[in-house]
């Protein structure tokens, strides 16, 4: 009896979780996140929505619950049974998904890195997008740390994952722009630490800085999650004039940040840009009027000529965008 | 099987007394009921929420991300009939794919590094093992220990970064055999295996009662410690090839590979009906139970229902099965 009463339940339970309609004719894209609860996705899953409104196709964003390198995995092989024609992602490991995403291929659908590409395994996808050339990033986040320093003390950078390879890219940048470029002679790299873009990890290892070095004067996070983290530390803390905070943050999440002084600047591009170029550049390829090939250039709405640069990688804006007091209310993503 | 058995001889001395509980019930009313009609639920359910879902192709494709894992729970569901636990085997397996992978690159042959792999799985079953029987300490606590320790260690190995194995040595789960992926069949056969031991020889009578009743083992002169030292390493050595098939599946180790793994074998270790004070449990189910965990995960994943909801319902899941087995086994025992 008990037995029965609980199965029916279950039952129901399931039968509750219905999910929506399917796609049908139009042209099915997804986008696979980091992870979910990570607010970054939201913009560029706009760009997707939106492009996808105009141009007519069907999109879909899903992400697993963790950021860890094989959980985007079934969700790869999920939407490949589903038979999508566009797979874009946002990669969670550089090298664990090349299996996944060459059979993807082999089925004939279209794989695009969007924000974050395979470095080295470049070979596993078809192309990537990028928001901005990010050899530049490490450098421009270098030099904006550097003018609000002073272009001296100990520094620490905040990272995601030790994993992610875009924040892999660029911490190697701002080492080798610290060791290399004599303006930056007087700032020292003390640690970089990771919060594994999980806000309550990041804020345990933003205090774990201020603890292990009390001559710290600057943090660079380049990652959203860590930023926000980060700057609430110091606000709490009252510690802004002493510690700054800088680093790729999003302009929704840093605003109170900016307007009480806690964050004086920092940088990011716009990651809607990058979903609304997925979206153009995909079904460019797949009805045959844009060639997926290293050197051609097409043309997109609002984001005028875009140029396939070498290992078919495009980017939608050529420097990083600042944020400070002046700017702030001009953003809303 | 041996539990069926078990409950009819339970049940033969109140046959003066009581009325014996019919024989179909005996039969029928046990924890692999349950998880068999659970899968049966989830097939129907997953089935009318996706089309795409059943294809048995897909099906048996995703069953190969959980292949490994579910290789190690079954050799776990006999740890813990036995009486004992053993947490530390998902890190385990990144140790041991670690040590491969570093072995190889490193320029050993690939089947001398596989050779170090396995090495490194009966050590750190003899470690646990070691502690567990040796210094009488419990199991819960000292595999809690060596899961941090192992994990720890292959990070310390492997660093930051992923090793590469080599190009023929990748995809393991891309070569079929009669139409099925190798390592669903490596874990089918392991199942047919293990559960002829467990419910067909001595040995794997012994390990019930080891688990029902210590004392009366001991006084059977049954030996004890042996078994369980042999159960040790048996499982040390399954999570090393896990994770040699993880190695092959992904194409690269990393000290990550499997975290978090020993959740899900526990989970379908007890979704399978075994007991967690040991003494119950059966192959049978736990190999059930991997197959409910991966048509629930899968059936939801294929259609885009939310990463919440999906956890939400594994944790249902769970409550339902011990509350289940539970019932279940309290009823036999009257």
Not at chain 1, 98 to 117: M, P, Y
Not at chain 1, 289 to 294: A, C, L, Q
Not at chain 1, 319 to 325: A, C, P, Q
Not at chain 2, 114 to 135: D, E, H, K, P
Request: proline share 4%.
């Amino acid at each position: 009896m008990l037995k029965k009463s609980i199965l029916i339940g279950l039952a129901f339970g399931l039968a509750t979780i219905v999910t929506g309609a399917f796609a049908q004719d139009p042209i099915k894209i997804v986008y696979i996140g980091k992870n979910t609860g990570n607010p970054y996705f939201d913009s560029i899953t706009g760009g997707f929505e939106d492009a996808c409104q105009v141009k007519g196709c069907d999109f879909l964003f899903v992400a697993p619950p963790t950021a860890e390198a094989t959980s985007q995995i079934p969700f790869i092989e999920a939407q490949i049974q589903r038979g999508v024609n566009v797979i874009g992602i946002a990669p969670n490991s550089p090298d664990a998904l090349n299996q996944v995403l060459d059979e993807a291929r082999a089925k004939g659908i279209l794989v695009l890195t969007v924000n974050g590409d395979l470095v080295g395994n470049e070979s596993h996808r078809d192309a990537t997008i990028l928001p901005v050339d990010f050899t530049k990033t490490g450098p421009n986040q270098v030099e904006l740390m550097g003018s609000m320093i002073n272009y001296e003390g100990d520094i620490a950078i905040l990272s995601a994952t030790t994993e992610a390879p875009d924040q892999n890219t660029w911490i190697a940048a701002m080492k080798d722009t610290l060791a290399n470029n004599p303006k930056y002679a007087n700032m020292h790299l003390v640690a970089t630490v990771y919060g594994d873009d999980q806000p309550e990890k990041s804020t345990t290892e933003m205090e774990a800085l201020l603890a292990n070095y009390p001559d710290l004067v600057g943090v660079i996070a380049p990652t959203t999650v860590g930023i926000a983290a980060a700057a609430q530390v110091v606000q709490s803390r009252m510690i802004a004039d002493k510690v700054h905070v800088t680093g790729l943050g999003l302009p929704s999440e840093m605003r109170d940040f900016v307007k009480d002084g806690t964050v004086s600047a920092f940088q990011l591009w716009s990651p809607y840009n990058e979903g609304w170029l997925a979206v153009h550049f995909a079904l460019g390829v797949l009805d045959g009027s844009i060639k997926n090939e290293v050197g051609g250039t097409f043309e997109v709405p609002n984001l005028g000529t875009i140029t396939i640069n070498d290992l078919n990688a495009m980017n939608t804006q050529a420097e990083l965008t600042t944020f400070d007091i002046n700017n702030i209310d001009d953003f809303n993503f | 099987m041996s539990v069926t058995e078990k409950s009819e001889i339970a049940a033969a001395p109140q046959r003066e007394s009581a009325s014996a509980r019919p024989r179909w019930q005996v039969m029928l009313i046990r924890p692999e009921l349950m998880t068999f009609v659970l899968l049966i639920i989830a097939l129907i359910v997953a089935s009318s929420l996706s089309p795409y879902f059943l294809d048995i192709a897909y099906i048996l494709d995703s069953f190969t991300l959980s292949a490994e894992l579910a290789m190690v729970a079954l050799v776990l569901t006999i740890m813990i009939i036995a009486g004992e636990i053993d947490l530390s085997p998902a890190s385990g397996m990144a140790l041991a794919a670690c040590t491969f992978a570093y072995a190889q690159q490193a320029g050993v042959p690939i089947p001398l590094a596989v050779g170090v792999g396995l090495l490194t799985g009966l050590a750190m079953g003899l470690l646990n093992g070691i502690l567990v029987i040796r210094f009488q300490l419990p199991s819960i606590i000292v595999t809690i220990g060596t899961l941090i320790f192992y994990r720890g260690l292959a990070q310390v190995i492997a660093g930051d970064q992923s090793i590469r194995v080599p190009e023929w040595f990748i995809g393991i789960n891309r070569v079929l055999v009669f139409g099925i992926p190798v390592p669903v069949l490596v874990f089918v056969i392991l199942s047919v295996v293990l559960g002829f031991v467990l419910s067909s020889t001595i040995y794997g009578r012994q390990i019930y009662l080891i688990g029902t009743n210590p004392i009366a083992a001991r006084h059977a002169g049954i030996r004890a410690n042996r078994i369980k030292m042999s159960l040790f390493l048996l499982i040390g050595i399954t999570a090393s090839i896990a994770g040699m098939m993880t190695a092959s599946r992904l194409g690269s180790v990393r000290y990550d590979i499997a975290l978090g793994g020993e959740l899900q074998m526990v989970l379908m270790a007890m979704l399978g009906g075994t007991y967690i004070f040991g003494g119950r449990g059966s192959i049978l189910g736990t190999f059930l139970a991997a197959w409910l965990l991966v048509i629930v995960s899968t059936g939801m994943i294929v259609a885009n229902i939310l990463p919440a909801m999906q956890l939400c319902v594994l944790g249902v899941l769970l409550i339902i099965s011990i509350i289940a087995t539970n019932f279940i086994y309290s009823r036999t025992q009257r």
